[in-house]
T-cell receptor, first 114, second 114 residues
Framework: NAGVMQNPRHLVRRRGQEARLRCSPM?????VYWYRQLPEEGLKFMVY????????ESGMPKERFSAEFPKEGPSILRIQQVVRGDSAAYFC????????????FGEGSRLTVL | DQQVKQNSPSLSVQEGRISILNCDYT??????FLWYKKYPAEGPTFLIS?????DKNEDGRFTVFLNKSAKHLSLHIVPSQPGDSAVYFC?????????????FGQGTILTVHP
């Protein structure tokens, strides 16, 4: 039973480019969360999605960031016109329902902006 | 505004002894608390949780204590093992529409010496 799969594991972008991070939740999980970890900090909630719906995006920066979880395929976190401050580890997590904080995390995607 | 705080960046313990990791929170709306463990280059792994209606939850070598009046929780690991060496994150949730929307502390690096 595969866990949460994230790709790419490492991504290097130059300022102004776009970054796309993908997440396939665990089988049977329809709830997906994205978290960001800046250096020397804890994880910070970004967005919570169910299939085809954004449930809570209160942690997403207002500009340049977007997320989706289509009916078919992985969830995608998209960062347009990246800046150096976007360099971080981005973790995706999934759960089978909304009534649990026991999330299953992927190994993360580490974005470096040059 | 750090709503969940882990004031000890690191803790060093001898194998076989007790490890005590502490966490404080400020948001009275939090009603569900969790501990996650993280190894380098991996995603966090759920360890143990506690609801605000309880003051203690035990799972094998791991026990979490909750003191609501002090807004404080702690994780006890007895006996500590070298494989427990990792970063431990305290997290809290206000439940509601999603228990998976977690607020994390900054983490405590636990080192267990053989």
């Amino acid at each position: 039973n595969a866990g949460v799969m994230q790709n790419p594991r490492h991504l290097v972008r130059r300022r102004g480019q776009e970054a796309r991070l993908r997440c396939s939740p665990m089988k049977g999980h329809s709830h997906v969360y994205w978290y960001r970890q800046l250096p020397e900090e804890g994880l910070k909630f970004m967005v919570y999605l169910q299939k085809e719906n954004i449930i809570d995006e209160s942690g997403m920066p207002k500009e340049r960031f977007s997320a989706e979880f289509p009916k078919e395929g992985p969830s995608i976190l998209r960062i347009q016109q990246v800046v150096r401050g976007d360099s971080a580890a981005y973790f995706c997590a999934s759960s089978p329902g909304a009534n649990t904080g026991e999330l299953f995390f992927g190994e993360g995607s580490r974005l470096t902006v040059l | 505004d750090q709503q969940v705080k882990q004031n000890s960046p690191s803790l060093s313990v001898q194998e076989g002894r007790i490890s005590i990791l502490n966490c404080d929170y400020t948001n009275s709306m939090f009603d569900y608390f969790l501990w996650y463990k993280k190894y380098p280059a991996e995603g966090p792994t759920f360890l143990i949780s506690i609801s605000s209606i309880k003051d203690k939850n035990e799972d094998g070598r791991f026990t979490v204590f909750l003191n609501k009046s002090a807004k404080h929780l702690s994780l006890h690991i007895v006996p500590s093992q070298p494989g427990d060496s990792a970063v431990y994150f305290c997290a809290a949730s206000a439940g509601g529409t999603s228990y998976g929307k977690l607020t994390f502390g900054q983490g405590t690096i636990l080192t267990v010496h053989p």
